[in-house]
């Protein structure tokens, strides 16, 4: 059961083209934003589709893939785990982050950038 601890797994559609730095000691990081769809019938006999937008961070080696193939409208599946972290902005509030990085990442179909 330890495996199950803290893992996400997600299918869904890349909003943007991931935006890749290096730290300073020279680690790659890709950071993109994931889109997912929930269908549901609300109380009032109505369906919904709602969009839930999933920020993710991948490191190294699945940074550098992710930049060479992942394109916005990219369909991927990934498994990752939760982040949380928190940081205090330029005005002095704290600001709390809930993030998946990756640990898994399986391109399903490409799009072109548009």
Same mark, same amino acid.
Not at 10 to 32: C, V
Not at 51 to 68: C, D, F, T
Not at 83 to 88: A, F, G, L, V
């Given at each position: 059961?330890?495996?199950?601890? @803290? ?9 943007? +083209? ?6 300073? @000691?020279?680690?790659?990081? +890709?950071?993109? #934003? ?28 699945? +940074? ?9 409208? #990219?369909?991927? +599946? ?35 950038? #548009?």
């Amino acid at each position: 059961m330890q495996s199950l601890k @803290n893992r996400v797994h997600l299918i869904g559609f890349l909003g943007n +083209a991931p935006e890749i730095k290096k730290t300073e @000691n020279g680690k790659s990081l +890709a950071r993109f #934003s994931l889109a997912t769809n929930e269908k549901y019938t609300n109380a009032a006999g109505e369906k919904i589709k709602e969009v839930i937008w999933h920020n993710l961070i991948a490191w190294n080696s699945l +940074a550098e893939i992710a930049e060479n193939l992942l394109l916005k409208g #990219s369909q991927v +599946a990934i498994e990752g785990k939760l982040i949380n972290r928190n940081y205090t902005d330029t005005e002095g509030v704290k600001r709390y982050v809930t993030e998946i990085q990756v640990i898994e990442l399986l391109l399903l179909n490409s799009k072109a950038s #548009s």
